[in-house]
């Protein structure tokens, strides 16, 4: 595959104050052969409008009401038509105009499933202004039963890999990327490669990082998760959270 198209989910609700700059950061990548799917929960102000008014005619925008983040994503999933799929949060940037060129040389060989890079926790008021870095590191699979796991805002991985490896558990309200990066991961036959280089920058207040109760919510659906595919949580978990610590620095 040395020419991937790529297909681009966002799910969003109300986020009529950052989805043009999401929408924007994607339509200036330099790579062709970009489609954007954009899952809507039935917003209530003028994110549907927003969009519409700035996606093309090749792109998708489905605007219904849904059962959360993840469901969203699996009906994104079900839509996507590219050779490779990737996830832009509706309050997220990609870091450049060059993110999916770099994406997409990874996976000249056809031996590379998946690729995952850096990201930057930014200001939700001022997207230049960084405050957290996170360097993922080179994969090794061993890494995940200490509770590594790249951001999956930078997570592609081929379409036909969704179908063999499952879409998203929507029993999660907040931790569902983790499990399903958890589940890919972890599958042996899945080659991964690591670009050093930070592809997304995501404004801080989301779901899992908003408040003390979100990132305890947060925790617990990550020992959930961690039970599920067989890692000890009294182990990763701390490993996990301490882990973050160096992204402030």
Known sequence: MTTPTFSIITACFNSEKTIADAIASLKCQTWPGVEHVVIDGASRDATVTIA???LS?????VSEPDQGIFDALNKGLARATGDVIGFLNSDDLLADE????RVAASFESDAVGAVYGDLQYVSASDPDHVIRHWRS???QRPKL??????????FFMRRELYWTLGGFDASFRIAGDYEALLRYLSHEALTIRYIPEVLVRMRLGGASNGSLKA??????EDVRAMR?????????LP?????KLPQFF
């Open 52 to 54: 519409r008014e700035r």
């Open 57 to 61: 005619a090749a792109d998708v925008l």
């Open 98 to 101: 060059q993110v999916l060129a």
């Open 137 to 139: 590191g080179d994969f």
């Open 145 to 154: 039963r200490r509770g590594w796991m790249p951001p999956h805002p930078t």
């Open 215 to 220: 990132i305890f919510n947060k925790s617990r």
């Open 228 to 236: 599920k595919n067989g890692i000890n949580p009294l182990l990763a």
């Open 239 to 243: 490993w996990k959270n301490l882990s």
